[in-house]
């Protein structure tokens, strides 16, 4: 599906990220064969050991990074950047992560959401995750006990079974970008987004709620007629100063969109009091 281009910050931690990266791309073959992936390369394989491991998969890789984590905004940025100008054709943008596995025609109904929605920037798949929640109608409920990802025909078939014919307001990666939308929000501003996680989907939300006007109440959106499977939603927490991490960037969250952005996340985010009070610590300081 050449319309579309994933990108991968590529951060293996151990020898068990490796076998669910390995799982994750087979799966994205089977998905898009031949589809192109923008990749950047943060460790812990180096890039010569990483493009070996490549060649596995039939699909059009391009590389940038040298095996250093620079963290997941600037990682994305340098993707994002890459294809806006080297490949300006592209329609869609992929946010994919090493930890996924993908069903056959996942992508197929999130191109035909954005291409039958034309308002919507962005759209998201539901997830299962590795504690068996279907995300983002079942958080906090185990709906699957086992989960065997070995077995990649029954995961397939699994991940079918688990699909609607409906659309849900929620977040979860994988994302689809619609391109043109994702480059008039400028992607992440690294500028603000300094730390090497945290808050960078939020600061996206904001940006693309503001690019289609806060009178439409813009929220994101999740097509339950396909289903992914994240297995750890939270990879990079396990790496160390995270939480200094997650303090600098929420510092420059605020420092781009002010308590004004905050209330609209509030707003995304309703059932999650985490921004408000975030808002009601920064109105103490007035």
């Known amino acids: 599906m050449d319309q579309v281009v994933h990108t991968i910050p590529f951060l293996v931690r151990n020898q068990n990220d490796l076998e669910l990266a390995k799982m994750c791309l087979g799966s994205l073959t089977q998905s898009d064969p031949n589809g192109i992936v923008v990749l950047y390369n943060q460790g812990i394989l180096n890039n010569g050991e990483l493009e070996f491991l490549l060649k596995n998969f039939n699909l059009r890789f391009i590389v940038l990074g040298k095996a250093v984590n620079i963290g997941i905004s600037q990682g994305r940025m340098a993707c994002f950047q890459y294809i806006w100008t080297q490949l300006p054709d592209t329609k869609f943008i992929s946010e994919v992560h090493v930890d996924m596995f993908f069903p056959k025609d996942w992508l197929a109904e999130l191109v035909r959401f954005?291409?039958?929605?034309?308002?919507?920037?962005?759209?998201?798949?539901?997830?299962?995750?590795?504690?068996?929640?279907?995300?983002?109608?079942?958080?906090?409920?185990?709906?699957?006990?086992?989960?065997?990802?070995?077995?990649?025909?029954?995961?397939?078939?699994?991940?079918?079974?688990?699909?609607?014919?409906?659309?849900?307001?929620?977040?979860?990666?994988?994302?689809?970008?619609?391109?043109?939308a994702l480059l008039a929000v400028g992607?992440?501003?690294?500028?603000?987004?300094?730390?090497?996680?945290?808050?960078?989907?939020?600061?996206?939300?904001?940006?693309?709620?503001?690019?289609?006007?806060?009178?439409?109440?813009?929220?994101?959106?999740?097509?339950?007629?396909?289903?992914?499977?994240?297995a750890t939603l939270a990879q990079r927490t396990s790496l160390a100063d995270k939480n200094q991490d997650f303090e600098k960037n929420l510092k420059g969250l605020v420092y781009q969109y002010g308590i004004k952005g905050l209330m609209e996340l509030s707003?995304?985010?309703?059932?999650?009091?985490h921004f408000r009070e975030v808002i009601v610590q920064l109105l103490k300081q007035i």
């Open 114 to 180: 954005l291409e039958d929605n034309n308002d919507e920037p962005m759209v998201c798949p539901g997830i299962l995750t590795s504690r068996g929640e279907l995300h983002p109608e079942e958080k906090e409920r185990t709906i699957i006990t086992d989960i065997p990802l070995s077995n990649q025909e029954y995961m397939y078939n699994m991940l079918i079974n688990l699909t609607y014919e409906k659309v849900l307001e929620g977040f979860v990666h994988p994302v689809l970008h619609r391109a043109e």
């Open 267 to 273: 707003s995304i985010y309703q059932e999650n009091s």
């Open 187 to 230: 992607g992440y501003d690294t500028r603000f987004l300094q730390g090497k996680q945290g808050y960078e989907d939020d600061s996206l939300l904001i940006g693309y709620r503001y690019y289609l006007g806060t009178k439409n109440n813009w929220k994101p959106k999740c097509c339950l007629k396909t289903r992914v499977y994240h």
